[in-house]
């Protein structure tokens, strides 16, 4: 995993940070901090479950953007 | 639309994994969920994950956290950095001031701070000294040694110091004829100067062979610039290009007008001149017509400019400049070697230093 997708996930799966502190941490938007959380898991699924569907195309790929 | 309206998506989803949800959201998109299958098989294997990630890294959470790693730590290094850079800053602007105030006072307190004729006088002294050990200190052999006698050496060490030829100057007679006679003050001198010129005059003076005056003033027709030229004839090649000091100049196409195109086609194997005048600009002539024309320069010097505006080829344009620099004087566009004089009319002195002889002609003279 791409080192800001692994520590948004060590950060708030691990650690038990809430998303807040997480984005406060690291200094960046708590907007991409999920969006590197979602980014980090998907990735990390399609490693641990080989690939089986990652080119399955996902229902909702638009985001709303407060 | 109210928050509980959303429609879930991932940030809903990741939420309930982390437990972050309120209640009513996460009742939700549990519904959700138990609707769609496929996203609850999403769902499960995120939450596994979690679950192997915090597994694995249990008996390194259990134990301490290293200080250093601490969150807290990191939040408050941060800050610190910002604040040492502030603290930075206004330890500049706190000197600064002190500075100045220190200054302001120091005009009272110190008189040998304020420009009293004594320090003026000092000053100068200083710009002497610095300005002698300018002139002086590349030297290996010191004027100091120089004899009295060895009049020529020191003229012409100082006519290589100073850049132009103190030539015959006989610039300390002055000074040892009025040591000679005694003279110590000006009213003594000024009664001594007229005898002095006449004798120097007698002495060292010569007669024109011709006493006529040629002197005459400029008329309105002279062209100064086109009388004080440097030219030199090249011959035009059969493809309408010449050469000098290794530039190529060629005839601009299409020629500004029909007439020079005519002119232009007539003009191989012609002998023009090229014409240096003496502000640097260059010109063509045939038979006293300018050409227009343009230039390529077989010498090619990158710029410093260019290494700028290139980003991507900054670094090679910087090692060819480096290479360029290793080359000799002659293949180098601005190097000192090569700048010479025109004509010995800026530097009546020197020689005129056109090109050296060729092989042929030394050995045809010898």
């Known amino acids: 995993l791409p080192q800001e997708q692994r520590s948004v996930l060590f950060l708030i799966g691990v650690e038990d940070l809430s998303y807040d502190e997480a984005a406060r941490v690291l200094g960046v938007p708590i907007g991409t901090v999920m969006s590197r959380l979602s980014r980090g898991r998907e990735r990390l699924r399609c490693q641990m479950h080989g690939d089986l569907d990652e080119n399955r195309t996902r229902d909702a790929v638009l985001r709303r953007v407060k | 639309v109210r928050a509980a309206d959303r429609p879930v998506d991932d940030d809903d989803l990741h939420a309930r994994i982390d437990g972050r949800l309120p209640p009513e959201r996460a009742s939700i998109v549990d519904a959700y969920l138990a609707a769609h299958p496929g996203e609850r098989e999403r769902w499960s294997q995120y939450a596994d994950q979690r679950q192997a990630l915090r597994t694995a890294f249990n008996a390194r959470s259990a134990e301490p956290i290293p200080a250093r790693l601490r969150v807290a730590y990191l939040l408050a290094e941060r800050r610190r950095l910002g604040q040492r850079r502030l603290a930075r800053i206004a330890a500049a602007i706190g000197l600064l001031i002190l500075g100045g105030i220190g200054g302001w006072t120091a005009r009272d307190v110190s008189p040998g701070l304020t420009l009293s004729p004594s320090a003026v006088l000092a000053s100068t002294v200083f710009d002497d000294v610095i300005a002698a050990h300018r002139t002086f200190s590349v030297e290996s052999r010191h004027p100091v040694e120089v004899g009295a006698d060895e009049e020529t050496h020191l003229v012409q060490w100082l006519s290589k110091r100073l850049g132009h030829r103190a030539f015959g100057t006989l610039q300390d007679r002055m000074v040892k004829e009025l040591r ?187």
Do not use: M
Request: proline fraction near 7%; charged fraction near 20%; hydrophobic fraction near 40%.
């Open chain 2, 180 to 366: 000679l006679a005694g003279v110590s003050s000006v009213a003594a001198a000024n009664a001594w100067l007229p005898g002095f010129i006449t004798a120097y005059n007698t002495r060292f003076g010569r007669d024109p062979a011709n006493a006529k005056d040629l002197h005459r003033p400029l008329a309105q027709a002279d062209d100064l610039d086109e009388i004080l030229a440097w030219r030199e004839e090249r011959t035009v090649t059969r493809n309408l290009t010449l050469h000098y000091d290794r530039i190529c100049c060629s005839w601009t196409r299409p020629p500004p007008s029909q007439g020079q195109a005519l002119l232009a086609r007539g003009l191989a194997h012609k002998k023009v001149e090229v014409v240096n005048y003496p502000d640097g600009r260059f010109a063509v002539q045939f038979n006293g017509a300018t050409l227009g024309f343009k230039v390529f320069d077989k010498i090619q010097t990158v710029q410093p400019g260019a290494i700028i505006d290139n980003k991507r080829l900054s670094a090679v344009l910087e090692q060819i400049k480096a290479q360029q620099a290793t080359y000799p004087a002659r293949q180098q566009r601005g190097h000192v070697a090569r700048q010479r004089p025109p004509n010995n009319l800026e530097a009546p002195g020197l020689p005129s230093k056109g090109r050296a002889p060729r092989r042929g002609a030394a050995a045809a003279a010898a």
